[in-house]
Protein backbone atom coordinates (compact mmCIF):
# COMPACT_ATOMS: atom_id res chain seq x y z
CA UNK A 1 0.00 0.00 0.00
CA UNK A 2 1.35 3.46 0.64
CA UNK A 3 2.36 5.64 3.92
CA UNK A 4 2.71 9.28 1.97
CA UNK A 5 0.13 12.01 3.40
CA UNK A 6 -1.86 14.27 1.43
CA UNK A 7 -5.84 15.68 2.01
CA UNK A 8 -8.53 13.89 1.00
CA UNK A 9 -10.99 15.09 -1.33
CA UNK A 10 -13.24 17.36 -0.28
CA UNK A 11 -15.60 17.50 -3.20
CA UNK A 12 -16.60 13.96 -4.64
CA UNK A 13 -18.37 12.73 -6.91
CA UNK A 14 -21.81 13.41 -6.81
CA UNK A 15 -23.34 10.23 -5.78
CA UNK A 16 -25.26 8.12 -8.27
CA UNK A 17 -28.84 7.34 -7.37
CA UNK A 18 -28.94 5.06 -4.48
CA UNK A 19 -31.45 2.26 -5.78
CA UNK A 20 -33.40 -0.13 -3.89
CA UNK A 21 -32.51 -3.37 -2.62
CA UNK A 22 -34.30 -6.33 -0.15
CA UNK A 23 -30.87 -7.80 0.08
CA UNK A 24 -28.90 -4.69 1.12
CA UNK A 25 -31.92 -3.65 3.62
CA UNK A 26 -31.12 -6.78 5.18
CA UNK A 27 -27.22 -6.47 5.16
CA UNK A 28 -27.05 -3.01 6.48
CA UNK A 29 -29.39 -3.48 9.33
CA UNK A 30 -27.80 -6.73 10.56
CA UNK A 31 -24.16 -4.70 9.53
CA UNK A 32 -24.47 -2.05 11.60
CA UNK A 33 -26.50 -3.78 14.21
CA UNK A 34 -23.69 -6.23 14.95
CA UNK A 35 -20.50 -3.73 14.22
CA UNK A 36 -21.01 -1.16 17.20
CA UNK A 37 -20.56 -4.02 19.61
CA UNK A 38 -17.39 -4.52 18.65
CA UNK A 39 -16.08 -0.85 18.62
CA UNK A 40 -12.89 -0.18 20.64
CA UNK A 41 -12.39 3.67 21.22
CA UNK A 42 -9.44 3.42 22.36
CA UNK A 43 -7.86 1.45 19.21
CA UNK A 44 -10.30 3.55 16.98
CA UNK A 45 -8.75 6.29 17.62
CA UNK A 46 -5.20 5.03 16.87
CA UNK A 47 -6.52 3.83 13.51
CA UNK A 48 -7.82 7.32 13.00
CA UNK A 49 -4.59 8.61 13.20
CA UNK A 50 -2.74 6.07 11.63
CA UNK A 51 -5.01 7.40 8.49
CA UNK A 52 -4.72 10.70 9.14
CA UNK A 53 -7.97 11.73 10.60
CA UNK A 54 -10.04 10.69 6.32
CA UNK A 55 -12.58 9.07 8.41
CA UNK A 56 -13.27 7.95 12.22
CA UNK A 57 -12.81 4.09 12.96
CA UNK A 58 -15.18 1.81 15.19
CA UNK A 59 -11.77 -0.04 16.28
CA UNK A 60 -11.92 -3.55 14.88
CA UNK A 61 -9.37 -5.28 14.60
CA UNK A 62 -9.26 -6.96 11.03
CA UNK A 63 -9.65 -10.45 11.84
CA UNK A 64 -12.55 -9.75 14.11
CA UNK A 65 -14.33 -7.79 11.47
CA UNK A 66 -14.44 -10.30 9.14
CA UNK A 67 -16.02 -12.77 11.37
CA UNK A 68 -18.53 -10.31 12.11
CA UNK A 69 -18.76 -9.96 8.29
CA UNK A 70 -19.55 -13.68 7.67
CA UNK A 71 -22.13 -13.41 10.52
CA UNK A 72 -23.93 -10.93 8.81
CA UNK A 73 -23.65 -12.14 5.31
CA UNK A 74 -24.56 -15.69 6.74
CA UNK A 75 -27.72 -17.07 4.26
CA UNK A 76 -27.67 -14.45 2.65
CA UNK A 77 -28.74 -14.61 -1.18
CA UNK A 78 -26.07 -13.94 -3.90
CA UNK A 79 -26.39 -10.34 -4.90
CA UNK A 80 -27.20 -8.96 -8.64
CA UNK A 81 -25.64 -5.31 -9.56
CA UNK A 82 -28.33 -3.08 -8.36
CA UNK A 83 -27.45 -5.04 -5.25
CA UNK A 84 -23.96 -4.62 -4.84
CA UNK A 85 -24.33 -0.66 -5.70
CA UNK A 86 -27.41 -0.33 -3.03
CA UNK A 87 -24.93 -2.22 -0.16
CA UNK A 88 -21.69 -0.24 -1.55
CA UNK A 89 -23.20 3.02 -1.51
CA UNK A 90 -25.22 2.97 1.62
CA UNK A 91 -21.77 1.70 3.33
CA UNK A 92 -19.80 4.90 1.73
CA UNK A 93 -23.08 6.91 3.42
CA UNK A 94 -21.85 5.76 7.30
CA UNK A 95 -19.52 7.62 8.67
CA UNK A 96 -16.84 5.05 10.02
CA UNK A 97 -14.59 3.96 7.86
CA UNK A 98 -15.06 -0.48 8.94
CA UNK A 99 -18.39 -0.11 6.98
CA UNK A 100 -16.30 1.03 3.99
CA UNK A 101 -13.86 -1.64 4.21
CA UNK A 102 -17.12 -4.07 4.11
CA UNK A 103 -18.28 -2.85 1.11
CA UNK A 104 -14.88 -3.12 -0.66
CA UNK A 105 -15.03 -6.84 0.68
CA UNK A 106 -18.25 -7.38 -0.51
CA UNK A 107 -17.42 -6.04 -3.99
CA UNK A 108 -14.26 -7.75 -4.38
CA UNK A 109 -16.18 -11.18 -3.21
CA UNK A 110 -18.80 -10.29 -6.42
CA UNK A 111 -17.18 -7.94 -8.70
CA UNK A 112 -17.99 -10.71 -11.41
CA UNK A 113 -21.71 -10.07 -10.61
CA UNK A 114 -21.56 -6.47 -11.81
CA UNK A 115 -21.59 -4.96 -15.65
CA UNK A 116 -19.96 -1.81 -16.80
CA UNK A 117 -23.40 -0.07 -15.88
CA UNK A 118 -21.37 -0.62 -12.42
CA UNK A 119 -18.62 1.86 -13.20
CA UNK A 120 -19.79 5.93 -12.48
CA UNK A 121 -20.61 4.09 -8.41
CA UNK A 122 -17.13 2.39 -8.50
CA UNK A 123 -15.96 6.27 -9.16
CA UNK A 124 -18.21 7.72 -6.71
CA UNK A 125 -16.81 5.01 -4.17
CA UNK A 126 -13.18 6.07 -5.66
CA UNK A 127 -13.60 9.67 -4.82
CA UNK A 128 -15.84 10.07 -1.82
CA UNK A 129 -13.74 9.59 1.83
CA UNK A 130 -10.29 8.68 -0.73
CA UNK A 131 -7.86 7.56 1.07
CA UNK A 132 -5.47 4.23 -0.08
CA UNK A 133 -6.79 1.99 2.50
CA UNK A 134 -10.19 1.75 -0.18
CA UNK A 135 -9.03 2.81 -3.08
CA UNK A 136 -6.01 0.52 -4.03
CA UNK A 137 -8.35 -2.72 -3.19
CA UNK A 138 -11.31 -1.44 -5.37
CA UNK A 139 -8.65 -0.63 -7.98
CA UNK A 140 -7.40 -3.76 -8.01
CA UNK A 141 -10.22 -6.00 -7.30
CA UNK A 142 -12.93 -4.14 -8.77
CA UNK A 143 -12.14 -1.77 -11.52
CA UNK A 144 -9.62 -5.06 -12.92
CA UNK A 145 -12.22 -7.18 -13.31
CA UNK A 146 -14.55 -4.74 -14.52
CA UNK A 147 -12.19 -3.67 -16.86
CA UNK A 148 -11.17 -7.52 -17.81
CA UNK A 149 -14.76 -8.75 -18.64
CA UNK A 150 -15.71 -5.31 -20.68
CA UNK A 151 -12.40 -4.65 -22.67
CA UNK A 152 -14.52 -1.34 -23.91
CA UNK A 153 -14.06 0.08 -20.61
CA UNK A 154 -10.58 0.68 -22.04
CA UNK A 155 -11.58 4.04 -23.54
CA UNK A 156 -12.93 4.92 -19.54
CA UNK A 157 -9.26 4.14 -18.18
CA UNK A 158 -8.13 6.42 -20.54
CA UNK A 159 -9.97 9.32 -19.82
CA UNK A 160 -9.52 8.74 -15.90
CA UNK A 161 -5.76 8.55 -16.27
CA UNK A 162 -6.21 12.32 -17.02
CA UNK A 163 -8.61 13.35 -14.24
CA UNK A 164 -7.94 16.57 -12.49
CA UNK A 165 -8.92 13.76 -8.89
CA UNK A 166 -5.12 12.19 -8.11
CA UNK A 167 -7.46 9.28 -6.78
CA UNK A 168 -9.46 8.52 -10.04
CA UNK A 169 -5.45 8.63 -11.82
CA UNK A 170 -4.58 6.18 -9.08
CA UNK A 171 -7.63 3.50 -9.77
CA UNK A 172 -6.37 3.99 -13.66
CA UNK A 173 -2.41 2.93 -12.58
CA UNK A 174 -3.44 0.45 -10.45
CA UNK A 175 -6.39 -1.13 -12.32
CA UNK A 176 -3.97 -3.93 -13.93
CA UNK A 177 -1.97 -5.17 -10.79
CA UNK A 178 -3.59 -8.60 -11.04
CA UNK A 179 -3.45 -9.12 -14.75
CA UNK A 180 0.08 -10.44 -15.14
CA UNK A 181 0.46 -11.90 -18.89
CA UNK A 182 -2.75 -10.37 -19.65
CA UNK A 183 -1.69 -6.64 -19.28
CA UNK A 184 -2.26 -4.60 -21.85
CA UNK A 185 1.62 -2.94 -21.64
CA UNK A 186 1.03 -0.27 -24.35
CA UNK A 187 -1.34 1.05 -21.47
CA UNK A 188 0.70 0.14 -18.21
CA UNK A 189 3.92 2.32 -20.05
CA UNK A 190 1.64 4.84 -21.45
CA UNK A 191 -0.19 5.36 -18.45
CA UNK A 192 2.78 5.76 -16.47
CA UNK A 193 4.71 8.66 -18.97
CA UNK A 194 1.76 10.65 -19.42
CA UNK A 195 1.75 11.11 -15.31
CA UNK A 196 5.59 10.85 -14.89
CA UNK A 197 5.07 14.49 -13.64
CA UNK A 198 2.73 14.30 -11.26
CA UNK A 199 3.55 16.46 -8.12
CA UNK A 200 1.98 13.91 -5.46
CA UNK A 201 3.37 10.83 -3.34
CA UNK A 202 0.57 8.79 -4.47
CA UNK A 203 0.52 9.13 -8.00
CA UNK A 204 4.93 8.48 -8.01
CA UNK A 205 3.75 5.89 -5.89
CA UNK A 206 1.38 3.93 -8.11
CA UNK A 207 3.89 4.30 -11.02
CA UNK A 208 6.27 2.33 -9.05
CA UNK A 209 3.74 -0.06 -7.91
CA UNK A 210 2.30 -0.62 -11.09
CA UNK A 211 5.52 -1.24 -12.62
CA UNK A 212 7.10 -3.38 -9.82
CA UNK A 213 4.37 -6.08 -10.11
CA UNK A 214 4.51 -6.03 -13.45
CA UNK A 215 7.92 -6.83 -13.35
CA UNK A 216 7.26 -9.87 -11.70
CA UNK A 217 5.85 -11.10 -15.03
CA UNK A 218 7.76 -9.52 -17.31
CA UNK A 219 11.05 -7.93 -15.61
CA UNK A 220 13.18 -7.26 -18.78
CA UNK A 221 10.01 -4.88 -20.47
CA UNK A 222 10.21 -3.52 -17.01
CA UNK A 223 13.79 -3.03 -16.85
CA UNK A 224 13.96 -1.60 -20.45
CA UNK A 225 10.93 1.01 -20.10
CA UNK A 226 12.22 2.13 -17.08
CA UNK A 227 15.81 2.77 -18.59
CA UNK A 228 14.62 4.63 -21.30
CA UNK A 229 12.26 6.69 -18.81
CA UNK A 230 14.59 7.79 -16.15
CA UNK A 231 15.16 10.78 -17.03
CA UNK A 232 11.08 11.47 -16.69
CA UNK A 233 10.45 9.76 -13.90
CA UNK A 234 10.55 10.48 -10.56
CA UNK A 235 13.18 9.13 -8.54
CA UNK A 236 10.34 7.66 -5.80
CA UNK A 237 8.81 5.76 -8.77
CA UNK A 238 12.57 4.19 -10.31
CA UNK A 239 13.06 3.13 -6.67
CA UNK A 240 9.43 1.47 -6.49
CA UNK A 241 9.36 0.11 -10.12
CA UNK A 242 13.17 -1.51 -9.68
CA UNK A 243 13.28 -3.00 -5.76
CA UNK A 244 13.16 -6.34 -6.87
CA UNK A 245 15.03 -6.10 -10.26
Not at 157 to 181: C, F, G, N, P, S
Amino acid sequence: MSDGAETARDTPEAAPGLPGSALADTVLERLTALYPTAADPVRARSAAAYMKDVAPFLGIPTPRRRELSRTVLAGTARPGEVDCAAIALRCWELPEREYQYFAADYLRRHAARCSSGFLPVLRHLVSTVPWWDTVDLLAAHVAGPLVAADPALRQDMDAWIEDDDLWIVRTALLHQLRYKEATDTGRLFGYCLRRAGHPDFFIRKAIGWSLREYAKTDPEAVREFVDGARGRLSPLSVREATKHL
